[in-house]
């Protein structure tokens, strides 16, 4: 009955969970930043949710080191369909400067399907909206594809 | 011959009686043949249930042809002008009261079958069981003053008893002797008060006195007032008397609180009623209204913050109790018909929720061994059958529409500040504001309560508790099926029970009549006859409870369509023996941890506010007997002062 | 019969039911989203952004946490929208009372039936289990407290002042039509000089009473992952947002009809002049007391709700307790004493 509608809104309203996996908090603030006015994704629909279970989108930022690996897993697992994952900045990707650290897990990929990589040393603003724009179109393609 | 003295018992004038023998033959049937389980049993619900089926059998005569049964014992009829004989009355008052009470038993004793099995010494349980029935009924259908005094002493002991019975658990003999030490204090002041006034009007038929009292004013029926009003506060735990009862329903079984808080209190509402409005007939002073509504609206408010501070599950309950009972003295105060009738309707919920509480208390208790709130939690998913019961108590007493609490309780609203709309006084509205803000408060602390006993996280402590058995269940529904129809049709239960019991304060001389003979109030008291004009009761505002639920019912059935229609079927849920990470609780990506929140210090943002008045009140209640007995004793000496001015 | 059980029909699905106040609900929450964000220099989200937020949650799947009570955690979002929506059929819409619903609810009733929805979502979160759900709902009991006494003061004032000025027998007054009846014939009564303290304080409540910003330590989505909704997930969740846009709108609507009763009607009047009569004139009339409703419902919610949102940051439990017990109460409490000493 409201097939259409809901597969349309879920494009336009995207809530994001943010984890921080070991990260050394540049591109906490960088996510930060991007919901201030000055670059104000709300336009777009994005907002943060407080627990992964309102959440469509998980930001995942740092190196997934040994400690956070379980508990990153738990709170992706804790997000309903459809939902989109996102990781912020080259730690989670590659594991950056971390790579190759005994207690250092990543890249998260190794885990879970990752649907969208920000890359950079910390991501301008800019990119990592346009990352976050490109994982709401995967959302609505998701929720298309979900059996009815 | 005898065909026909067995129809003549039929004769619904001797049902009061048969009523109160029943109780006390069942009490000393158990005593001797009370060895048997099933005998014992059949004994009590014979008992209980006929006493109850003979008190429905008065409705139509008195509540709806507006009957007054006087009976006399031994046919002992006043002679010369003096009752000297043993008289029972029953008006509309008593018969709603007898009513509650007897509900009250009869639903308490099917209870206590499951309930009491494992207890030792059963046969004594049931045999003080019925005293304390026997001895409230008998208190509410005398007609005689000191016969309610012989009632008082029956049933004080009986409870006290009843209290101490699982004298293993501790504080269990403590409470006993609390209530002891200070319901004798109250016993003694009405025997004391009686005494004063047989001195002065010799007799003690409550009809004849109710014609001599209100000519003779004096100091010595200051003081019986004052005595008499007192005993029967010590009775119903009005307020400087609120810390016994908290220690008592916390010690005793759970059907025993059910008598305590629904029947027991009842009996001590029921002599302040007939005292201040029959026999004394001093309920059309200023003076008088502002002290029940004063002492009323105490009550409710101190007894509400009391309970948001207590942490364990029964003394919560207790004091809510009180606090209840404060609504129904404050309403009862206003000395007018529709607070009359609003009080004695707020009477008989409290009786039914406060009933279905204990009860649903008594189900944790007998199921996990322990009522304090820090210890337990989320027995909804053990116990679902006892939670929807005890959530329908808990809206009932916090005044949730449409159960019967709200009904009441909004017409206490009205009738305050219609009052103070009628008298121009502004004290009466701040009366219904205590009302309405110890109501939002009452449901706080049931909220309490529901998330730190059936909601949460469950310890490991109460795995095994599982359901409780059909009888228990069984009769915490009837109270909730009870609670649910007469919040559902208040207006019913205006116009059966509680208009004719409230019309009944206002002609004081038909009371008289109906015991001494027709005429008789007109010739003595003459002209000063306090006959009140037809009063009507009248609510300014309108509350359709059926209306409201069948349009709440329309908008469920329509989300549950649209819900429906648009293929909805979305939920997951655990489906293995283990839960896995998805459908375990969000603890910031933790492996489920225990981390139930109690209801210790649930409403700090409130209790923070008030912090003072709380370490005032934590300081007041020392907790020691001998404190309590000199509370008693200001009350008397504050309630004895008082009545010397004002009467 | 068949006609009655129909137009109730009408009145609970489609107006001023639900139908109504989906829409209306959620546009205000859009336009309350909106101007916030302008007030601090945001494009910020399009006024539909809710109605893309309740659907999408719609279309998301509900996982129902392990420790909790299933039907508990189902049921509650439902019985607070049913009840939410069946309050909103007593508010009458300025002269559009609907008759059958007239003496179903007065004043005391509505302040009763508003506690239902807060209940419910008390019920639903303590019934997940989580602890955060155990935190919030203290903090939303307190928060449901603390807006007691004001509007209690509040309600009491305007019964009292009614009552006097219509010269009921009772000397008061609960029923709202009568209220907004009064208000048509004599004029607001934000314009008695003893209502306005009282206003002031149901204005001060409507954010506490709906949970908004900076009363909304009961959902602080940043400490404690918004209390009670930590768990809820998909279309129960969806149904609570919901049912935060509807009190909204009933917040607003009540206050409009207790202070600015009797403005719309004028404008409603109108019609006459153009020279519509009968049915048209009525159907008219009503839509455009409608719109003037909700207009001033969206004037309500930018001043009570909106602009308080923009320039303050979220206060402590402890503090939104004293807040509304002192400043709050003592303005309604002003109001109850002059409109009791015949100011």
Redesign the interface.
């Known amino acids: 009955?409201?097939k259409k509608?809901?597969?349309?809104?879920?494009g336009?309203?995207p809530w994001l969970f943010h984890?921080n996996a070991g990260s050394c908090n540049g591109c906490d603030i960088e996510l930060v930043s991007v919901l201030t006015?000055r670059y104000?994704a709300?336009?777009?629909?994005f907002k943060?949710?407080?627990?992964?279970?309102?959440a469509?989108i998980v930001v995942v930022t740092g190196p997934i080191t040994q400690q956070?690996l379980?508990?990153?897993?738990?709170?992706i697992?804790?997000v309903?369909?459809?939902k989109c994952i996102v990781t912020m900045g080259s730690c989670p990707q590659s594991g950056n400067v971390f790579r190759g650290s005994y207690s250092v897990a990543g890249p998260l990929s190794k885990y879970v399907h990752v649907d969208v990589d920000v890359a950079g040393c910390t991501p301008k603003p800019e990119a990592v909206i346009d990352g976050l724009y490109l994982a709401t179109q995967i959302l609505q393609e998701k929720?298309k594809g979900m059996k009815? | 011959m005898s065909h026909i003295n067995l129809l003549y018992l039929l004769d619904p004038l001797h049902f009061p009686i048969f009523s109160i023998m029943l109780y006390f033959l069942g009490a000393f049937c158990i005593v001797l043949f009370g060895k048997n389980r099933i005998v014992r049993n059949c004994i009590a619900f014979v008992a209980t249930g006929l006493s109850l089926t003979l008190l429905c059998l008065l409705i139509k005569p008195i509540m709806i042809q507006n009957a007054i049964l006087p009976y006399w014992m031994g046919y002992r009829v006043p002679a010369g002008g003096y009752a000297i004989g043993i008289a029972l009355e029953v008006d509309a008052l008593s018969l709603f009261f007898g009513l509650l009470i007897a509900t009250a038993v009869f639903v308490s004793c099917l209870y206590s079958f499951s309930y009491m099995s494992e207890d030792d010494n059963e046969p004594q349980y049931y045999t003080l069981f019925l005293m304390l029935a026997g001895g409230v009924m008998g208190l509410v259908l005398s007609g005689d003053l000191f016969n309610m005094f012989i009632m008082v002493e029956i049933l004080t002991f009986a409870a006290v008893a009843l209290t101490a019975f699982r004298n293993r658990v501790t504080g269990a003999l403590e409470a006993a002797f609390k209530y002891l030490v200070v319901g004798c204090i109250g016993s003694t002041c009405i025997l004391a008060g009686t005494i004063i006034l047989y001195q002065q009007a010799h007799t003690l038929n409550l009809a004849q006195l109710a014609t001599i009292i209100p000519l003779c004013k004096g100091t010595n029926i200051s003081i019986a007032f004052a005595l008499l009003f007192i005993g029967f506060c010590t009775k119903a735990f009005i307020v400087p008397f609120h810390p016994l009862a908290a220690d008592a329903h916390g010690a005793a079984p759970a059907p025993v609180s059910v008598l305590i808080s629904g029947v027991l209190t009842k009996s001590g509402i029921y002599g302040i009623i007939r005292l201040a409005y029959f026999l004394f007939q001093t309920m059309n002073l200023g003076t008088m209204q502002f002290w029940l509504v004063f002492l009323g609206s105490v009550s409710m408010f101190v007894c509400v913050t009391m309970a948001l501070a207590q942490h364990d599950f029964k003394r919560l309950l207790a004091f809510h109790s009180i606090s209840q009972i404060g609504y129904v003295l404050t309403a009862i105060g206003l000395a007018t018909a529709l607070g009359a009738s609003a009080g004695l309707y707020h009477a008989m919920n409290h009786t039914l929720f406060k009933g279905l509480l204990f009860l649903t208390a008594g189900a944790v208790l007998h199921e996990t061994g322990t009522t304090d709130l820090g210890k337990l939690g989320g027995l909804s998913k053990k116990m679902p059958h006892t939670t929807v019961l005890f959530l329908i108590g808990a809206a009932s007493i916090s005044g949730i529409p449409p159960f019967n609490g709200f009904a009441s309780k909004w017409l206490i609203y009205q009738a305050t500040y219609e009052k103070a709309a009628e008298t121009g006084n502004i004290g009466f509205a701040f009366v219904t504001i205590v009302a309405l803000v110890t109501s939002t408060l009452t449901l706080a602390s049931f909220v309490k309560v529901t998330q730190s006993v059936f909601f949460g996280q469950l310890p490991k402590e109460c795995e095994n508790a599982k359901e409780v058995s059909f009888g228990m269940r069984f009769a915490m529904g009837i109270l909730a099926v009870l609670c649910t129809i007469t919040g559902l049709f208040p207006n019913m239960v205006q116009q059966y029970l509680t208009g004719p019991a409230a019309k009944t304060l206002f002609h004081v001389s038909r009371y008289i009549n109906a015991m001494m003979g027709s005429g008789y109030a007109e010739s003595t008291m003459g002209a000063s006859a306090p006959e009140a004009a037809t009063r009507t009761i009248e609510t300014v505002g309108v509350w359709n409870p059926v209306n409201w639920l069948m349009l709440l019912m329309i908008a469920l059935l329509a989300i549950c369509i649209v819900a429906i229609a648009s293929k909805y079927d979305a939920v997951r849920e655990n489906k293995s023996e283990k839960v896995e990470a998805k459908y375990s609780l969000f603890y910031g990506g933790e492996d489920t941890v225990f981390s139930q929140v109690g209801g210790g210090d649930l409403f700090w943002g409130f209790k923070h506010n008030w912090r003072h008045y709380f370490s005032f009140m934590h300081d007041l209640h020392s907790g020691i007997v001998n404190d309590y007995s000199l509370w008693a004793v200001i009350a008397l000496a504050l309630a004895m002062v008082y009545a010397l001015i004002v009467l | 019969m068949i006609l009655d059980a129909l137009k109730t029909l009408i009145y609970v699905l489609i107006f001023p039911g639900f139908l109504f106040c989906f829409l209306t609900g959620l546009l205000l929450a859009g336009i309350d989203r909106k101007l916030v964000a302008r007030m601090q220099k945001r494009v910020g989200p399009p006024i539909l952004q809710p109605f893309y937020d309740f659907f999408k949650l719609c279309g998301k799947k509900t996982i129902v946490p392990a420790a909790a009570n299933k039907t508990v955690f189902l049921i509650a979002p439902l019985l607070g929208l049913a009840a939410l929506v069946v309050l909103q059929l007593f508010i009458p819409v300025f002269q559009f009372q609907i008759p059958a619903f007239a003496n179903v609810a007065d004043l005391i009733v509505i302040l009763y039936l508003l506690l239902i929805p807060a209940v419910s979502i008390i019920l639903g979160g303590a019934s997940t289990g989580s602890p955060y759900a155990g935190i919030g709902l203290s903090r939303e009991m307190v928060t449901v407290l603390a807006c007691e006494l004001p509007l209690v003061l509040v309600l009491l004032s305007v019964g009292r002042s009614v009552g006097m000025a219509i010269g009921a027998k009772e000397g008061i007054t609960f029923s709202l039509s009568t209220i907004v009846r009064y208000q048509l014939e004599s004029g607001s009564l934000i314009c008695k000089a003893s209502l306005i303290p009282a206003a002031i304080a149901f204005l001060l409540v409507i954010p506490g009473e709906t949970g908004n910003h900076p009363f909304d330590a009961a959902e602080a989505e940043t400490e404690i992952c918004e209390g009670m909704l930590a768990e809820y997930s998909g279309a129960p969740l969806g149904v609570f947002k919901l049912s935060h846009a509807i009190k909204m709108l009933t917040m607003t609507s009540l206050f409009i009809m207790l202070f600015f009763g009797g403005i719309g009607t004028g404008i409603g009047n109108l019609v006459a002049l153009i020279g519509l009569t009968g049915g048209a004139a009525a159907a008219v009339t009503m839509l455009l007391d409608v719109l003037v409703l909700f207009v001033l419902c969206v004037i309500v919610t930018a001043v009570g709700i909106s602009f308080v949102h923009a320039v303050t940051a979220r206060l402590k439990i402890e503090q939104i307790f004293k807040y509304y017990w002192t400043v709050v109460s003592a303005l309604a409490l002003l109001s109850l004493v002059l409109v009791w000493y015949g100011l």
């Open positions: 009955m409201f509608l809901i597969e349309e809104s879920t336009k309203s984890i006015p104000d709300e336009r777009l629909g943060l949710a407080g627990s992964p279970r309102h469509d956070s379980p508990r990153v897993l738990r709170s697992e804790q309903p369909d459809p929720r009815k």
